[in-house]
């Protein structure tokens, strides 16, 4: 999915909600346990409660791979459920050496390989462009780009101060030359609002993925405030918030309540904004 | 393992390589094509032909990854198949906010939700405190943090001067308040050979798993010259130097000859340095 089909969606469904599909055995409701794959049966029903309220789907990698095998086979079976108008995210933070970047692409972009392939990944900027552009030879494929995240321990380096600014504003920076704002987005936290104008200076076209709104504190208004663009440019993450607002047998039923109220939250955002 | 039988097992072996163990189906001999999982029965005939010379083995994750499922399984089967006593690295560059980084932890460390157990993994250190200390709950495990890596790339962001010095060495100073070198070690290229002096002052006790010997160009004597400390403090990794050392039926046993090189060459510089 191109820029231009991801800003076409967003006007279509009036929202900009991405939905984290991370759930663990120990908190989705009982009555799944009995189904032969209850975490599939879980995020495949968590799908269709907010397919046509959200613009994204985004696993992370973690919550499959903690289970060994089976896990693994829930994501696969996950991100072939994903309707393929909504715009797949690969929540893995990876990066290596080129060559093994280059498999990490292949696990998350190459179906024939993997059998998987999202339409983007998260990528840790550590190790520097030759970790990054693998990820990018594969068309119509994104890199998201760990810039400022929504931890506690952005801390001790993203806010290092370099010769050319903080260490998070230069990821940024060099970055911006390895590829454009049609392949290379950031993973920017709501946690972080009072960067959002800054980093929306220095990445002014670029869509930002934003988690941490609800559980982890952050505020829409506030990202919006500072980080709309002429093409909306956000994908606002929930994760915790929608997939457990309700622990019953209506727990779909329970997230798309939820969903709801952000997109309309959203609607309300874009509309003053004249983006819709 | 802990700090002190990984010694005695480099005292013992008299070496202090680890090798990669990083096969891509289209490198390895062709007759391995018939077996019902060639992966794995090359990974197999490597460790019986090195294990008495070898003190760690390291799948990098990707190249299991890669191949999806099926994959995955090879990676699980391998790490089953590796000697108890031999010092196991899954080398996996993960790192997330804190609750997501224990999903990695237990992917990789805890034997009964995934299948596997290794000893160690591979962190990226962007996001701070919090993405690294969930892998340090799990008793006599290990982070193996990136510091100083060996590729092209490291230059983009590592290198960047921060007001206490270059980032990786504040990713050192910092970390080091997390877990002491009883729990904590450093990926450090191979072909970062000047900076290992400086390596070595800000981190005496550590050991530093290096890789870039060989194919990647570093070279293991200036390794040594800086890097040794009085328990060895080097895990030396050598991947395609080993396994693709033959292309033949014989593959196993080029991969001991190359591994044995290694080890020759070791156990002369543990022997100059009064180690053995």
């Known amino acids: 999915m191109n820029k231009k089909q991801l800003f076409e969606q967003i006007q279509s469904k009036k929202s900009f909600l ?3 599909l991370d759930p663990v055995l120990e908190n989705i409701p009982k009555h799944l346990l009995k189904e032969e794959d209850p975490i599939f049966e879980f995020n495949r029903q968590i799908i269709d409660a907010t397919k046509d309220l959200c613009v994204a789907y ?52 190459n179906l024939e390989q993997s059998g998987m392939s999202f339409d983007s990944i998260t990528v840790a900027p550590y190790m520097g462009k030759d970790s990054v552009s ?32 903080k ?25 972080r609002g009072s960067e959002f104008a800054n980093i929306r200076r220095l990445a002014p076209d670029s869509f930002l993925l934003v988690p941490g709104v609800g559980a982890q504190g952050g505020s829409l208004a506030e ?18 918030g929608i997939i457990y607002a309700g622990k019953g047998e209506d727990f779909a039923e329970k997230a798309r309540e939820e969903a709801l109220k952000l997109q309309q939250e959203m609607q309300g955002i874009l509309e003053k904004a004249g983006l819709i």
Request: hydrophobic fraction near 40%; include cysteine.
């Open 223 to 240: 990202v919006c405030e500072f980080g709309l663009n002429d093409h909306c440019g956000l994908l606002v993450n929930s994760a915790r």
């Open 58 to 109: 985004k696993p992370n990698t973690a919550f499959y791979e903690s289970r060994g095998l089976k896990g693994w086979e829930t994501l696969i079976k996950t991100w072939a459920y994903m309707p393929e108008d909504i715009f797949t995210i690969a929540d893995a933070k990876r990066g290596d050496i080129g060559n093994t970047s280059a498999m990490y692409a292949d696990a998350f972009f």
């Open 18 to 20: 991405c939905v984290g």
């Open 167 to 191: 260490l998070y504003e230069q990821v940024i920076k060099v970055s911006s030359e390895w590829a454009d704002s049609e392949r290379l987005m950031y993973v920017v936290g709501a946690t």
């Open 134 to 165: 693998p990820f990018l030879t594969h068309k119509d494929k994104w890199v998201i780009l760990l810039a400022a995240t929504s931890n506690e321990g952005h801390h001790d380096f993203q806010l290092l101060e370099t010769p050319e600014g």
